[in-house]
Structures are given as C-alpha cells and as structure tokens.
C-alpha cells in the first residue's frame, strides 16, 4: 500500500486562487520530504526540501513566497501555491523516505501520486 | 553541483527484445547511490532498480539489470524480454548518503520514453 499520500490528486481553479496540496507519511516518521515539480514529457525538478519544524529549503529559481511550504509535523507537509496562475500549473510531487542508517538497509524513497494542478 | 545525463530521450524495443538505457552521472564524491526509475502514464514513481556506489557487482532485479561503471560513471540500464508493459519514461537518478534526517535529494535524469512495439 502507499507509504506516502498527497492530496488532491487534480485541482482545476481560477487565477488567483491559492491551492493547498497535502502530503502524508503514512507508516513512517518523515522529517524531511521533497516536492518536486514536472511539466509535461520532462523530468521532476526538485523544489524546495521541507524539514519538519524549521523553514524549508528552496532550489533556486523557485519563489518561496509563491510556492509556501509548511512541515508541522513529522506526518504532514503542505505546499501552497499562493495567487496561482496558469504559468504555475504543473504536476507536483511531493516524497519522503526515513533516515538512512549508517551501514544499513538503504532506504527507500517513497513518492506521493503527485497532484495534477490546472489554472484557469 | 551534481548532474545526471540520459542521452536518449526515446528508445523503442520489439515485444521479447532487450534494451539499453544510457545514463551518466557527474559527481566528485565517492559515496553515492544511483537508481532507476519508471514512470508509467499514470505518473507513478515506480523505484526499478537501485545500486550502492560501493558494490563492485551490478545490481539485477528479474529482467532488469544495470552496468554500473564507476571510473567512468556510467549507470546503463538492461531490459531482457521486454514487454508491452515497460513500456513507460525511465528516469536516472542520483542522490549521496544521508547526514542527518534523511535529507538529501534525489536528483532525476531529463528521462527517456520508452516504446514496446508488439
């Protein structure tokens, strides 16, 4: 079953909407997750990296004050796209695997089924 | 910064035949590890197959196994008898060990779509 959850899976909205895209660990405490970005037929881009409890790290190019992304809990984080516009509609995954022990089982990354965001 | 390359953006393979997918990497560090992923229509981060820098040997999971050549850095994947449904993107990707919470990224290849012709 899935370890990770985002929701929701398609949003269609107006312009200038912001939109508020969940993700959830679902078996596993996650104290850093990724979002990443993919625009048709190209690779994911990675975002910014959410670290439970302090403010994300964002790649460059990517506004954080367009792109808000919130790390509460070890369970949940949350990326919101503030005043979107159909420039920003995209497909955006989120992921997360636990801490990779020295030595040990080299951990997977578990990804979200990522969230189909269509502004209008 | 590190960079993953994946020279073929389509590849196309009959039904029972075996592929190859190129992947190259740059890096300076010396403890890494790289993977394979597919991503079908549905958009689903399917993980194919994963190796340790450190292993010599080529990682193999049923009909899928890579040739991994470190001093060049190079990570091919191999596809034995295809079938209709490998048909997807395959995705390179790259990331170093953890330091702290699990915290760093995977970084992907531009990817490569791959055709199965019945």
């Known amino acids: 079953g899935a370890v990770v959850s985002q929701h929701p899976s398609r949003v269609i909205c107006k312009s200038g909407t912001s939109v508020k895209i969940e993700c959830r660990s679902l078996d596993f405490q996650a104290t850093t997750m990724f979002w990443y970005r993919q625009f048709p037929k190209q690779s994911l881009m990675l975002m910014a990296t959410?670290?439970?409890?302090?403010?994300?790290?964002?790649e460059q190019g990517v506004e954080k004050d367009k792109f808000l992304i919130n790390h509460a809990s070890l369970t949940l984080s949350t990326l919101t796209v503030t005043s979107a516009h159909p420039e920003d509609s995209s497909f955006y995954i989120c992921?997360?695997?636990?801490?990779?022990?020295?030595?040990?089982?080299?951990?997977?990354?578990?990804f979200g089924d990522g969230t189909r965001l269509s502004i209008l | 910064a590190q960079t993953v390359t994946q020279s073929q953006p389509e590849m196309s393979v009959q039904e029972a035949e075996t592929v190859t997918l190129s992947c190259t990497y740059d890096?300076?560090?010396?403890?890494?590890?790289l993977f394979w992923y597919k991503q079908p229509p549905s958009r689903q981060m399917i993980l194919v197959i994963r190796q340790e820098a450190y292993k010599q040997q080529n990682a193999t999971e049923n009909r899928f196994s890579v040739n991994f050549q470190k001093a060049a850095k190079s990570f091919s994947l191999k596809i034995s008898d295809s079938q209709l449904g490998d048909a997807a993107m395959y995705f390179c990707?790259?990331?170093?060990?953890?330091?702290?919470?699990?915290?760093?990224?995977?970084?992907f290849g531009k990817g490569t779509r791959l055709s199965v012709i019945a």
């Open positions: 959410s670290n439970e409890g302090s403010k994300a790290t964002y």
């Open positions: 990707a790259y990331r170093t060990p953890d330091f702290n919470s699990g915290n760093t990224p995977l970084v």
């Open positions: 992921s997360a695997r636990k801490r990779q022990e020295t030595g040990g089982y080299l951990q997977p990354q578990h």
């Open positions: 890096t300076s560090e010396s403890d890494y590890y």
